[in-house]
T-cell receptor
Framework: KAGVTQTPRYLIKTRGQQVTLSCSPISGHRSVSWYQQTPGQGLQFLFE???????NKGNFPGRFSGRQFSNSRSEMNVSTLELGDSALYLCASSLEQNGYTFGSGTRLTVV | AQSVTQLDSQVPVFEEAPVELRCNYSSSVSVYLFWYVQYPNQGLQLLLK??????LVKGINGFEAEFNKSQTSFHLRKPSVHISDTAEYFCAVSESGGFQKLVFGTGTRLLVSP
């Protein structure tokens, strides 16, 4: 059974650009969550989607957005990138409240 | 709102010795508790979870944890560690019921030396 797949694994962007990250959940999982991991702030919740609806949102500026498609795949977008957006972005999917399965992450570097 | 405190940022231990990684949480509602492990350049792997029932939870790779409601703790233990257990360990809490966001602790780096 395939795990959570995140693409790309690594990304380098310039300040002011925008970026889109992709996440394919485990087959059958309808809940997809996104987290940001940085050395300074640790692991922080960005948002969660279920059946194409955002049900929960963390405390991030509006530059961070996401969406979920009918096949449960999800994308997150960050506009007007700042140096502080450099981080490991993790996607997690869940079938029920049985724990979340995480992908390997996308490491974004903003220069 | 929930919060998690991992009291030790780093725990050095010799191979085959026992280890305990400490986790305390704060919440005004019922919670679920999780331990995740992260190896370098990897995502998070679920070690074990407490949802309800027995307070002693067994996970993968020989790890176990005990939920103590009165002390609001969920410490992770392993009786004998291996070099391959060297990694970052995260304790997380969520509100019980439904798909709730995870609130993570700051992590504990377990360093196993021969």
């Amino acid at each position: 059974k395939a795990g959570v797949t995140q693409t790309p694994r690594y990304l380098i962007k310039t300040r002011g650009q925008q970026v889109t990250l992709s996440c394919s959940p485990i087959s059958g999982h309808r809940s997809v969550s996104w987290y940001q991991q940085t050395p300074g702030q640790g692991l922080q919740f960005l948002f969660e989607y279920f059946s194409e609806t955002q049900r929960n949102k963390g405390n991030f500026p509006g530059r961070f957005s996401g969406r979920q498609f009918s096949n449960s795949r999800s994308e997150m977008n960050v506009s007007t990138l700042e140096l502080g957006d450099s981080a490991l972005y993790l996607c997690a999917s869940s079938l029920e409240q049985n724990g979340y399965t995480f992908g390997s992450g996308t490491r974004l570097t903003v220069v | 709102a929930q919060s998690v405190t991992q009291l030790d940022s780093q725990v050095p231990v010799f191979e085959e010795a026992p280890v305990e990684l400490r986790c305390n949480y704060s919440s005004s509602v019922s919670v679920y508790l999780f331990w995740y492990v992260q190896y370098p350049n990897q995502g998070l792997q679920l070690l074990l979870k407490y949802l309800s029932g027995s307070t002693l939870v067994k996970g993968i790779n020989g790890f176990e944890a005990e939920f103590n409601k009165s002390q609001t703790s969920f410490h992770l233990r392993k009786p004998s560690v291996h070099i391959s257990d060297t990694a970052e360990y995260f304790c997380a809490v969520s509100e019980s019921g439904g798909f709730q966001k995870l609130v993570f602790g700051t992590g504990t780096r377990l360093l196993v030396s021969p």
